[in-house]
């Protein structure tokens, strides 16, 4: 049985072939995966001599064939010279950067006698299954070892490694092909992962010591056990052995792998108990190791395998100390866990390094992708994105989500509700917000919400003798964050479990302050530490909430006054703290509609029910937008200057609702007394361009004073086209934005537009508007106010 690729390389050089397609194999392929219609793309992985990549092209598919040797595949080209439709890749599909596959997927992929020749058989079928479009289908042809002569043992598989493989797929057909098993496996390939035991021992307690050994792309080890789950390298230690020892020495004698204890360390104990027995297990991180993977102990073990970590989550039945050994090195790549007792060793132990040539690649094209934005102008961050491993700090997200050059975050953690609490965001508004903070050689920074990824893009930016202290609130967002660090980080990055709301602890605080501050959660409120713990001059960027919108504001410090100097739209996952803003909301229409007053209490709204179900009274602004306008800013305009500002949000369709504003959507909107007006987009044009489609602002109201509202609301419109928007989408006016501390007295603020917060006070200035300091309002004072030219 040949394993290495020059073996193959010689094979099919010298005229050799393999078993030819037979006619069962066509039909079975003909009629149990047809080509879509339209046209369907088909993978043939180990192509060979190209015999079934040509059969697939005369069915109507559109085929990509690889093979890792080229002697194959040159003669592939050569013999089926006059076949078209099939592109031939020189592909190690095991090993190999999968880049010259097709993006979208396939509706075909098959496997034909070479799925016993590879490896990593887990790692590589899951990464072929999650390349299946929606309806396609995995096709493995194999021999079988009922039917396989005993010295041929190894081209075939036993009905347990068939078991194995059809594991987690919705469908499964098996068929038969002239003794050759043909699996067509439908549907996602995912099996949950659970921590499992194995049969109860005699013994009064449990020690043992476990391997976690990752290869040169950064996949973690793993061995399927006769017990039919997954295990990591490890025993029980013996007599006065260490653990380290311990972990290196059954590495050696279950997978071959050799070891040296000085490159073992000891990163957690994970106390637990088997069937009632208490259980001590040592996480040994192995950071290097030589030799060859073999199976040493066939009689305990099937296989040995590196799997990817994003994978981990749906791989079956894993060892619970193995499950919880992963989880200490990796915290959240195995979901849903049961808690265990593990204390954490401060083990001082260098980075270890690993990365598939898949990630190189796709980090340089999500960096290319932010430069191209124009999100990181300066060397310093480019270098930073093309250089920090972002996948290294979300191990359970695949590459392709993990360097998403786009809008997306990858969500690191949610609550009891399914709302996200932590991310990793997305990577041009990280760019974004560490321009922003002029950072210099050797600067200190302090980073509010924690991940490790950014800190560590920080650190990238400020140098050898630059350090960044991030602080979070939740114990597991710090575990993990720690857990990164050491595994990939720089030695620069402090991380701390506290309420970033009070700041670094003092000690770790330098003096004179920190070069620059950045906050990486929704804040509704500026907490006095950070201005406080900001050096005089250093910058402070962090998502600030007014009236329900977000946008990652940079501020300056001069003294006790921060100035705003950039804005940029912008989300994130919200403050756990003790900054966390609870929102009032005041339901309406049974649930069917909410009022949001995020800036304020609720004022009465009695009589809008009643209002609501009356008469609609609506305001045409005469202000029109086409496709792709911008119009975040025409929002934070309105909640800074519109008296009573709320936001309107529907629960209902459109049509059920009579609103206008779109299901799980929201409006800006003001209230009078028994009395709302709120302001929607109605599409005003049409066409099949998207130049030729045009929408204009329209006011609808309710109530008496519904008319003075939607006039009022109408003018906001109306000013904010005059005085803040631009033709050109970046282009908009910003207002000047100065934040006090609370307290300060009315006759110490400049004149604008005064948002009071628990700890700040915010006075913003908009072009157009003189603006004054407001008095507490009356009910008709709010509705007499006017909102144009001041």
């Known amino acids: ?33 047809p080509v879509p219609d339209g046209g369907g793309r088909a993978l043939d992985v180990g192509c060979g001599t190209g015999e079934l990549a040509a ?62 020749f590879v490896q990593d058989r887990g790692r590589v079928l899951h990464g072929l299954g999650e390349r299946l479009r929606d309806g ?65 021992t005699t013994a009064h ?18 061995g399927r056990s006769r017990r039919n789950m997954l295990e990591l390298p490890g025993g029980k230690t013996r007599g006065p052995e260490g653990f380290a020892e311990a972990a290196v020495r059954e590495l050696a004698e279950e997978t071959g792998l050799v070891a040296d204890p000085a490159d073992a360390y000891v990163v957690t104990m994970v106390v637990d108990d088997s069937h009632g027995i208490p259980r001590l297990t040592a996480v040994v991180r192995i950071t290097a190791w030589t030799g060859t993977l073999t199976d040493q102990e066939p009689e305990l073990f099937d296989r040995w395998e590196f799997f990817d970590l994003h994978a981990l989550a749906c791989v079956g039945p894993v060892f619970a100390p193995a499950a919880s050994a992963l989880d200490a090195v990796w915290p959240g790549v195995i979901p849903d866990l049961p808690p265990v007792i593990s204390y954490q060793l401060a083990a001082d132990r260098p980075p270890v390094p690993g990365e598939p040539a898949e990630a190189a ?38 590459l392709a989500a993990a360097y998403d050059g786009g809008d997306r975050a990858v969500i690191t953690r949610r609550d009891e509700t399914g709302t996200a609490i932590s991310s990793v965001s997305a990577a041009w508004l990280q760019a974004d917000m560490i321009e922003h903070l002029h950072l210099q050689p050797g600067a200190i920074v302090f980073e509010a919400g924690s991940g490790g990824y950014n800190a560590e893009l920080i650190a990238h930016v400020t140098g050898p003798d630059g350090r960044v202290v991030t602080v979070d609130i939740d114990p597991w967002v710090v575990r993990r964050t720690r857990a990164f660090l050491t595994e990939a980080g720089s030695g620069r990055v402090t991380a701390v479990e506290a309420d970033a709301a009070h700041g670094a602890p003092a000690h770790l605080v330098p003096r004179g302050g920190f070069d620059a501050s950045v906050i990486t959660y929704n804040c509704w409120d500026i907490s006095p530490a950070w201005r406080e713990q900001l050096a005089e001059g250093g910058r402070l960027v962090l998502p600030l909430e007014v009236g329900g919108y977000t946008r990652a504001v940079t501020f300056e410090r001069h003294g006790e006054v921060l100035h705003a100097r950039h804005f940029t739209y912008c989300g994130f996952v919200r403050d756990q703290g003790q900054q966390a803003h609870a929102v009032p909301v005041v339901p309406l ?30 305001v045409a602004t005469g202000v029109t937008m086409g496709a792709n306008s911008y119009f975040g800013s025409l929002h934070l305009y309105a909640a800074t200057t519109l008296p009573a500002f709320c936001r309107l ?56 004073e519904g008319p003075q509202l939607a006039e009022q609301l109408a003018a906001t419109v109306r000013a904010w086209d005059r005085h803040v928007r631009a033709e050109d989408n970046d282009k908009h006016a910003d207002p000047v934005l100065t934040v006090h501390p609370a307290g300060t007295p009315d006759h110490l603020l400049p004149t604008g537009e005064v948002l009071d917060k628990a700890s700040s006070r915010l006075v913003f200035r908009w072009p157009g508007r003189d603006g004054h300091l407001p008095a507490p309002a009356r009910r008709t004072d709010t509705v007499a106010a006017t909102t144009g030219d001041a």
């Open 205 to 222: 307690a449990l020690t043992g010591a476990l391997a976690v050994v990752s290869d040169a792309a950064g996949r973690v080890l793993l």
């Open 589 to 618: 229409l049974d649930g069917g509609l909410t009022l949001r007053f995020d800036d304020g209490t609720a004022p009465d709204t009695e009589g809008l029910e009643g209002a609501l179900r009356g008469r609609r009274h609506e």
């Open 1 to 33: 049985m040949y394993t290495a690729r020059d073996e193959w390389e010689k094979h099919f050089s010298e005229g050799n072939g393999f078993r030819q397609v037979g006619e069962r194999e066509r039909e079975l392929l003909a009629e149990h995966t």
């Open 361 to 398: 690649r796709l980090r340089q094209a999500m960096a290319e992708t932010v430069i191209d934005g124009g999100w990181a102008p300066s060397e310093a961050v480019r270098d930073a994105l093309r250089t920090v491993p972002r996948h290294r700090y979300a191990p359970e997200a695949n």
């Open 55 to 116: 059969y697939l092209a005369s069915l109507g598919y559109t085929v990509d064939a690889c093979d890792f040797a080229g002697s194959a595949l040159a003669r592939a080209r050569k013999e089926h010279a006059d076949v078209e439709g099939v592109r031939w890749l020189h592909l190690d599909i095991e090993r190999d950067d999968p880049a010259p596959l097709h993006s979208d997927g396939y509706d075909l992929v098959v496997m034909r006698l070479m799925y016993p």
């Open 136 to 200: 396609g289908a995995l096709v493995v042809i194999t021999p079988v070892a009922a039917n396989t002569p005993e010295e041929r043992r190894g081209i075939a598989l036993d009905e347990d490694e068939i078991a194995v493989l059809a594991a987690g797929w919705e469908t499964v057909e098996r068929l038969d092909a002239d003794g050759l098993a043909v699996l067509v496996l439908r549907g996602p390939c995912h099996v949950d992962t659970g921590a499992v035991e194995k049969r109860p």
């Open 649 to 704: 949000h529907a629960h209902q369709d459109p049509e059920e609702g009579e609103t206008g504003i779109g299901k799980d959507r929201d409006a800006p909107a003001t209230v009078g007394d028994a009395s709302l007006a709120y302001l929607i987009h109605v599409q005003t044009k049409d066409g099949d361009r998207p130049e030729d489609k045009e929408w204009e602002w329209v006011v609808h109201a309710f109530g008496e």
